[in-house]
């Protein structure tokens, strides 16, 4: 008799909440045709039904822990995970989501009745890195993938106004597909070597087995890390970056970025922390030299762009190799790996929820002209944009500073003392490169006196991002302890 498959729906809450909420939009959308805003609220309480599930798996998480009822943290035979790692990227990602529906709101009501097709995408892409996030197994882990990257392909294309919009919808489909394919060739390589696709018993192999010739295995491990670095737009795989920003529509970019990183990066800490935490050795110094190139590339040519968006794109390579430096320490590292994109991903959705409000929600491109003058055309943007770019580039007092110097910590005592030397000395260029857009806004007359109109939506956007710099920046604890905590198993 072959046993059953365990089961365990309460575990799939989250990723089924979003599932049947893209499906609910679609058919409500169809059978009562509402106002597109309308439809928005309806994701909206989605994404809250979504976070609430995950605070009722952090519930149901520690009832197992203190031997209350009889479980399991691993549904469905392995094939996905529930615990304190899973639970807050589900939160975090939930977040952007709803950060991303609100500065976008614009941009999907603009769309008529193709807008509960966005908002479906939209959904369907944040389920899709949540599965990534949530299971330790690899095909799995593709899976999900490639659910979340589809449908930020079709986002990225989705203004039929702007020709960059297709432009930027192929690019990213070509080299997106091309970075997955390379990702998968490297799950076939690392399941040849262990004879396994899940993390746990890889781990256990390689904690019992030396191999003498770890060839096949290390080779299969470098293409995880070269797919993985495609979306997180570590360099050299960041070419698509500031072309597909550019051109995509400006109120979606936010959410296409933020929920990318989020979506890889803690797919790559919880397959290093996991599986080759016995490498470390091996592979830290690869990601290592990841880092380093990635902040030298990021920085040096955001230094140079006169299109905002490029700017936010390449300070977003800079950015990865920020958050490179933490993975170098393995599981020490996650912590402050959490707390980094926590902070950073809503200070990227607040930043181009101001492009949207600046250039239109579904143009493309963002020229650094258009940002002459505004604290004289639009005071609260302006101030909200300099306190967000002031987090991005870690100003004290600001939640910016608390991740970079968690991050550069864990790498300093793992023994990358020189990779840290590096990072502060890249940190230097990238607050030039956002006193530039500073300067700009407060010290330049305006070019133009276009009325700059902020909804409701918007504003409260605007408010929750330059709360989380502020508050996070001068009361880290709350938010340090809970990411402290949510380690992988």
Not at 317 to 332: D, K, N, Q, R, S
Request: hydrophobic share 60%; no cysteine.
């Amino acid at each position: 008799m072959i046993p059953p498959p365990e089961i365990n729906w309460f575990a799939l809450l989250p990723l089924l909440v979003l599932g049947l909420g893209a499906a609910a939009v679609l058919l409500v959308d169809v059978q009562m045709k509402p106002h597109p805003k309308w439809l928005v609220r309806m994701a909206a309480a989605v994404l809250l039904a979504t976070a609430a599930g995950a605070l009722l798996q952090g519930w149901w998480l520690r009832r197992l822990e203190a031997g209350e009822t009889v479980g399991t943290p691993l549904p469905f035979s392995g094939f996905l995970i529930v615990d304190r790692y899973a639970i807050f990227g589900t939160l975090l990602l939930a977040a952007i989501a709803l950060l991303g529906l609100g500065a976008g709101q614009r941009f999907i009501v603009s769309l008529g009745r193709r807008a509960a097709e966005a908002i479906a995408l939209v959904l369907l892409s944040t389920s899709g890195f949540m599965l990534m996030l949530s299971t330790p197994q690899l095909v799995m882990m593709f899976l999900g993938l490639e659910i979340g990257s589809i449908s930020l392909y079709v986002v990225a294309g989705f203004s039929r106004q702007e020709r960059q919009s297709e432009e930027a919808a192929i690019k990213y489909f070509l080299l997106g597909s091309f970075a997955s394919a390379i990702f998968i060739y490297g799950v076939a390589l690392v399941y040849a070597a262990t004879g396994s696709l899940q993390l746990f018993e890889q781990q256990e192999l390689l904690s019992r087995v030396a191999f003498v010739k770890p060839g096949v295995l290390l080779i299969g491990l470098a293409l995880l890390i070269v797919g993985l670095a495609f979306k997180v737009t570590a360099a050299p795989f960041h070419g698509w970056a500031p072309d597909v920003y550019q051109g995509a529509p400006a109120g979606m970019v936010g959410f296409m970025a933020a929920a990318a990183k989020v979506g890889g990066f803690a797919a790559l800490a919880r397959i290093m922390a996991t599986a080759f935490e016995g490498y470390i050795e091996t592979w830290a110094t690869v990601v290592a030299g990841i880092a380093v190139l990635s902040m030298i590339v990021g920085s040096f040519l955001a230094v140079v762009q006169s299109d905002f968006r490029r700017l936010l794109a390449y300070s977003g390579v800079a950015h990865a190799g920020f958050i490179l430096t933490g993975i170098v320490a393995g599981e020490a590292g996650i912590g402050s790996i959490w707390f980094y994109l926590a902070v950073y991903t809503v200070q990227l959705v607040g930043a181009y929820a101001v492009v949207a409000a600046v250039s239109g929600a579904s143009s493309a491109g963002s020229p650094l002209a258009s940002y002459a003058g505004l604290a004289k055309r639009q005071p609260m943007l302006a101030h909200a944009l300099t306190v967000l770019l002031l987090g991005m580039a870690g100003i004290p007092l600001t939640s910016g500073f608390i991740a970079k110097f968690g991050v550069f910590q864990d790498a300093f005592r793992a023994g990358f003392g020189w990779l840290v030397v590096v990072a502060l000395l890249a940190s230097v260029v990238s607050f030039f490169i956002y006193l530039r857009v500073i300067v700009t806004m407060y010290m330049e007359e305006p070019l133009e006196d276009r009325v700059l109109v902020l909804t409701v939506p918007l504003r409260l956007v605007l408010w929750t991002t330059l709360a989380m710099t502020v508050v996070f920046g001068l009361f880290p604890v709350p938010l340090l302890r809970l990411t402290a905590i949510s380690l992988p198993l």
